[in-house]
T-cell receptor, first 109, second 117 residues
């Protein structure tokens, strides 16, 4: 079965501090992983995907198959990063995604 | 960029009535759309995959007779909650893949909040 676990419901950091949003997955095959973000009063949108190996808004995420993790990181948090972040897994069914429970990131000034 | 629009944004109905929620891809065609349900402070749960011109594919545990999905055109999928009950109250969100590609990148609608009295 495919499963995505985000252990933290809420992560609160000060502006300028490093951020790491944890995501672990369970899937027996070769997964594709994504981070989606939902800012206040906005719809859910793609932040980044592991295949692209890109940095978006200063965020990066590395797929660690040994630890079955896909943690989202940013070295210096900004207030505008405050949002709900969802880790999602596609287990070979193309666009069919399984989402984690989400983590609220609050960046305090 | 591509936009997915849902209507209505919120709806209140009496128990026993049926409610239809529309999901439209505004500037692109979507042969597939996905319907999710989100409970308060919980994750998105995939309900079904809507397929243009054919039957929807429902996830395990989702009642297909309760949640009717129709995808009659390349830009419109509808979710009808039949004989709604208070436990059907929830936030329903649709999404469509970008350009039909199998990339896992989805555009999401703004969601529709259903309250059943």
């Amino acid at each position: 079965a495919q499963r995505v676990t985000q252990p933290e419901k809420l992560l609160s950091v000060f502006k300028g501090a490093p951020v790491e949003l944890k995501c672990n997955y369970s899937y027996s095959g070769s997964p594709e992983l994504f981070w989606y973000v939902q800012y206040s009063r906005q719809r859910l949108q793609l932040l980044l995907r592991h295949i692209s190996r890109e940095s978006i808004k200063g965020f990066t995420a590395d797929l660690n198959k040994g630890e079955t993790s896909f943690h989202l990181k940013k070295p210096f948090a900004q207030e505008e990063d405050s949002a709900m972040y969802y880790c999602a897994l596609s287990g070979g069914y193309g666009n069919k995604l399984v989402f984690g429970a989400g983590t609220i990131l609050r960046v305090k000034s | 960029g591509a936009v997915v629009s849902q209507h209505p944004s919120w709806v209140i109905c009496k128990s026993g009535t049926s409610v239809k929620i529309e999901c439209r891809s505004l500037d692109f065609q979507a042969t597939t759309m996905f319907w999710y349900r989100q409970f308060p402070k919980q994750s998105l749960m995939l309900m079904a995959t809507s397929n243009e011109g054919s039957k929807a594919t429902y996830e395990q545990g989702v009642e297909k007779d309760k949640f009717l999905i129709n995808h009659a055109s390349l830009t419109l999928s509808t979710l009808t909650v039949t004989s709604a009950h208070p436990e059907d109250s929830s936030f329903y969100i649709c999404s469509a893949p970008v350009g039909g590609a199998n990339t896992g990148e989805l555009f999401f609608g703004e969601g529709s909040r259903l309250t059943v009295l």
